[in-house]
């Protein structure tokens, strides 16, 4: 399917949502791209700076923004508007920017699972401009070799290399390796280089990630290491310098250089870019407070420097005490927002117009049903739906939900807290690992055919359902803990639910988000 995109406005500081747009605001803090955006690249073409982030699941995959001042962020497309390539199935990890000024064309290097050998790999896409339609010429070949985070560099004599790191084994050591590219950036060549591995305490059994930037006689490569993504995060960035590009390469005493704060933790994987005389780093981080419910988020920091040429971070900069506002307000009148995600592996069917959003039944995505979602951004937050049962199937519920996994690991299924309108009844439930739970059901004729559905969530992790005819609302449910179903590296999300009969649909006129 396809889907238009309009324009959406990302910005720092004191955020008002209206539709899919942000207003600016005169002050300015991190993080720069709010939510989850892990693993955030950056590439600068003509006086623009364009930026990519992990999609994981979730399609539209791989969002390109665009910022002519490193503070506002308009996002102009995704890579892959439709959902997924052919070839892969999930894990769309890690995008890397890469332009090329002699072609004239944007590459894209990502991370996905290749449905027919059930592997990880490092794939690549290109367009003749960051708007796109991108060309996807699918994975490279590594020796059968399962291989992530892609990053490309030119040794001092012009050769093209791509870096990238193989998928640690229990027990195997984590290399960063550094292997010939074509200038078609379609195959790799030649032997594999080893770059550095884990051979220091502090980085454990990973390092990953690889940034590599020239600064006078030096290539400097900065890395991730330790545990990137669950509750029990402890990821760190390290620098290592070389003379050459294949080596021999000397980490940094002073490492890692990049730690925790009061504000936030985990730092990980990101992009150098020069600004001017300068140097920054925008990489992901999670908030200290909530961040496990929102995800790993983009800030950008500048490089200092020693006397001794290696570089540092003052951490100066710091988010607001007050939570970023994002409200928002849709009533699908027009082609669905950009802002709006599905499962990668969901086969979404749906029509916007006058009467709102027909959202087709299903009993995908672990049972859950069909899902259309966004990232949650702040800790305490309002959803409101407004359903028509006249309009909707005999067959199909339809309402809001909390999106998250039946556990905080790797792989875990989906799992899902929400409230739902039937023609019978009015469900609060949960849906983990395929088995559903009903907290509380009321029956559906007392409020008629058009049904407002709420679900209020406090400090991130506690929900509040209720249901109202128009004139005053009702607690089906209160406090009702999620805190066990946060996901594996991409933090709750929350969206709207149509489940049952795969050949009927919901029809939901209204949502609105409001932060609290």
């Not at 499962?343 to 299903?362: D, H, I, V």
Request: net charge negative; hydrophobic share 35%; with cysteine.
């Amino acid at each position: 399917m396809k889907i238009s995109i309009r324009f959406l406005w990302l910005l720092v500081g004191l955020l008002l949502f209206k539709g899919c747009s942000l207003e600016n605001s005169e002050t300015t803090f991190n993080p720069v791209l709010p939510g989850d955006n892990p693993n955030p690249s950056v590439t600068k073409i003509g006086d623009s700076y364009y930026a990519s982030a992990t999609s994981n699941e979730w399609s539209p995959l791989f969002p390109i923004y665009k910022s002519d001042d490193l503070n506002n962020w308009e996002l102009l497309s995704y890579v892959f508007p439709g959902g997924a390539p052919d070839w892969a199935q999930n894990n769309f990890w890690a995008p890397e920017l890469s332009y090329d000024e002699k072609q004239g064309k944007l590459y894209v290097y990502y991370t996905g699972r290749d449905k027919s050998t059930g592997e990880i790999t490092i794939a690549v896409a290109s367009a003749d401009t960051p708007e796109g339609p991108f060309t996807d010429h699918g994975p490279l070949i590594f020796n059968d070799s399962e291989t992530i985070d892609a990053f490309e560099m030119r040794d001092k004599n012009g050769a093209l290399f791509l870096i990238w790191k193989e998928v640690y084994s229990p027990g195997d050591p984590a290399i960063i390796y550094a292997q010939s590219i074509s200038e078609d950036r379609k195959t790799v060549f030649g032997d594999k280089h080893e770059l550095i591995r884990n051979d220091q305490q502090w980085e454990q059994h990973i390092v990953e990630g690889p940034c590599i930037f020239q600064r006078d006689d030096y290539f400097y490569l900065l890395y991730s290491a330790g545990n990137c993504c669950d509750r029990t995060c402890d990821y760190k960035i390290g620098v290592a310098r070389a003379k050459n590009l294949l080596g021999p390469w000397e980490k940094h005493e002073a490492n890692p250089i990049l730690t925790d704060t009061e504000t936030w933790k985990c730092p990980g994987t990101g992009d150098v870019f020069k600004e001017g005389r300068d140097y920054y780093l925008l990489f992901h981080s999670y908030k200290t407070v909530g961040g496990d419910y929102i995800g790993r988020e983009g800030l950008l920091e500048k490089l200092h420097w020693t006397d001794d040429d290696w570089p540092y971070f003052e951490r100066t900069t710091e988010i607001t005490l007050k939570n970023n506002r994002i409200d928002y307000f849709d009533d699908f009148s027009k082609a669905l927002e950009p802002c709006w995600q599905w499962r990668a592996t969901q086969k979404l069917s749906y029509a916007t117009g006058e009467n709102g959003l027909m959202l087709a039944a299903s009993a995908e995505n672990d049972l859950l049903g069909s899902l259309l979602a966004q990232p949650v951004k702040s800790m305490n937050f309002e959803v409101t739906a407004t359903i028509d049962l006249s309009m909707s199937g005999q067959g199909v519920k339809g309402g809001i939900l909390l999106i998250g996994a039946t556990n905080n690991g790797f792989g875990a299924p989906m799992a899902g807290l929400g409230i739902t309108g039937g023609h019978d009844l009015i469900e609060v439930w949960i849906t983990s690992g395929k088995e559903k739970n009903v907290y509380e059901a009321v029956p559906a004729a007392r409020y008629g055919d058009l049904i407002k559905l709420r679900m209020s969530v406090k400090n991130g992790d506690l929900l509040q359902f209720s249901v109202s005819d128009g004139d005053k609302w009702d607690i089906i449910a209160d406090s009702v803990d999620a805190s066990a179903y946060v996901p594996w590296g991409m933090g709750f999300r929350w969206g709207l639910v149509s489940k049952g009969e795969t050949n009927e649909f919901v029809n939901i006129q209204n949502v609105e988000l409001i932060n609290r």
